[in-house]
Nanobody, 133 residues
Framework: QVQLVESGGGLVQPGGSLRLSCAASGFTLDYYGIGWFRQAPGKEREGVSCVSSLDGSTYNADSVKGRFSISRDNANNTVFLQMNNLKPEDTAVYYC??????????????????????????WGKGTLVTVSS
C-alpha cells in the first residue's frame, strides 16, 4: 500500500524551529520529486518547498526562503522540512506529496497559485503546525 506519513508538527513559539518528516512506504522515493505544501485555515493550499529526484535541486517559496530547508534521505525513504524562525503566518496543516514527473513539473507545482491535488501522484494526510505565543 502506497503511503506518505508526515510527522513532527506541533505548537511552537514565534522564532522557534520544527523539523517535519515525511516517510514513504509502498514505493521508493528515489525516483520521485517531493513537495511540501501547506494550507492555513480559510486559505488556499500553497507550495512551500520542493526537491527534485535526480540532483537534489530545490525550490522554496519566497515566504519561506532563508528560513525553511527541504532535504531527502533516500536510504531511509524519508524527506524532511527544517523550519527555522517560525512566524505565526506559518501556522497551517503541512502536507508532503510525491510525483514521478520531471523536476520542472514538480517545481511548477510548488510555485503555482492554488496547486491542485491532481498535480501530484501521492499525498500524505498532513501534520498541523501552530506558531503562537
Amino acid at each position: 500500500q502506497v503511503q506518505l506519513v508526515e510527522s513532527g508538527g506541533g505548537l511552537v513559539q514565534p522564532g522557534g524551529s520544527l523539523r517535519l518528516s515525511c516517510a514513504a512506504s509502498g514505493f521508493t522515493l528515489d525516483y520521485y520529486g517531493i513537495g511540501w505544501f501547506r494550507q492555513a485555515p480559510g486559505k488556499e493550499r500553497e507550495g512551500v518547498s520542493c526537491v527534485s529526484s535526480l540532483d537534489g535541486s530545490t525550490y522554496n517559496a519566497d515566504s519561506v526562503k532563508g528560513r525553511f530547508s527541504i532535504s531527502r534521505d533516500n536510504a531511509n525513504n524519508t524527506v524532511f522540512l527544517q523550519m527555522n524562525n517560525l512566524k505565526p503566518e506559518d501556522t497551517a496543516v503541512y502536507y508532503c506529496a510525491a510525483d514521478p514527473r520531471v523536476w520542472s513539473s514538480v517545481q511548477a507545482m510548488c510555485a503555482t497559485t492554488r496547486p491542485s491535488r491532481n498535480g501530484m501522484s501521492y499525498w500524505g494526510k498532513g501534520t498541523l503546525v501552530t506558531v503562537s505565543s
